[in-house]
């Protein structure tokens, strides 16, 4: 899913919103295993440590959990959160220098950016650059063709809701691009990669809960909807690891 025209805002959104408030619901202790998780598959599919780059590392803490894993790590993030114990570029991908330095790094994770970029494809390409010859990414993106987003979409039109669960160009999280596991396999094709592995993951149920019968009925219908589309192949979230091919 690809809105063509689009309109492109010409400041940082990110930049209305502080970072409690924008990453309140940010377990760090979760992040910085999922950081040590990652680094030990890159380590296992590369056969080696090296430098890893997060792109929208937000405040660090997924590359802390790199660092544990013996991984020299930098970020790159449009908005500056703070203080990090890590070396953070305050740039956009568009114009960071540090994905300009062709082959610096072994790994570069994209989790929960592809669907924020306007020209994916493009962005890609500039990873496909900063990477080494073998070089391995990893990317998570929500899944249009889950069953979450279906139904949570149909739902919405039968309540006459004005609104999708899937796209949000002009409010947080500010998604803008839509994959399915056909369509993200071909954006990797054309920036050049070669998918190691593609597989659909279960999201939680991030909804605010709402008081009343009618919205306690709409938190188990989620919850069940988020477990039979994990189990029937068609879970709310991608994940993928591809080597620069």
């Not at 790199?66 to 114990?85: L, N, P, R």
Request: hydrophobic share 40%; with cysteine.
């Amino acid at each position: 899913m690809y809105p063509r025209p689009f309109l492109i805002p010409q400041g940082n959104p990110y930049e209305a919103h502080d970072a409690d408030g924008y990453f309140h619901d940010k377990d760090t202790a979760a992040k910085h295993r999922e950081g040590r998780q990652l680094a030990k598959r890159a380590t296992a599919i590369l056969g080696r440590e090296g430098r890893v780059l997060e792109i929208g590392c937000g405040r660090g803490e997924l590359l802390l959990g790199a660092i544990d894993e013996g991984w020299q790590a930098e970020g790159v993030d449009a908005t500056d959160w703070g203080a990090s114990d890590v070396s953070i570029e305050h740039a956009t991908v568009e114009t960071s220098t540090r994905l300009g330095q062709r082959g610096r790094y072994d790994f570069i994770i994209m989790a929960a950016i592809l669907e924020h970029l306007y020209d994916p494809v493009a962005v890609l390409r500039r990873v496909h650059h900063a990477l080494v010859q073998d070089g391995l990414i990893f990317i998570d993106v929500p899944n249009e063709c889950g069953l979450w987003t279906r139904v949570g979409n149909a739902y919405n039109r039968v309540r006459g809701r004005g609104w999708a669960i899937n796209l949000s160009p002009t409010f947080a999280p500010y998604h803008v691009v839509g994959f399915c596991p056909k369509s993200l396999r071909r954006t990797l094709a054309r920036a050049s990669f070669a998918v190691n592995s593609l597989q659909t993951e279960r999201y939680q149920n991030a909804l605010p809960r709402e008081r009343g019968a009618v919205a306690a009925l709409e938190h188990v219908a989620a919850n069940a909807t988020l477990a039979l589309g994990q189990k029937i192949g068609m879970g709310a979230g991608l994940t993928c690891w591809a080597r620069r091919a």
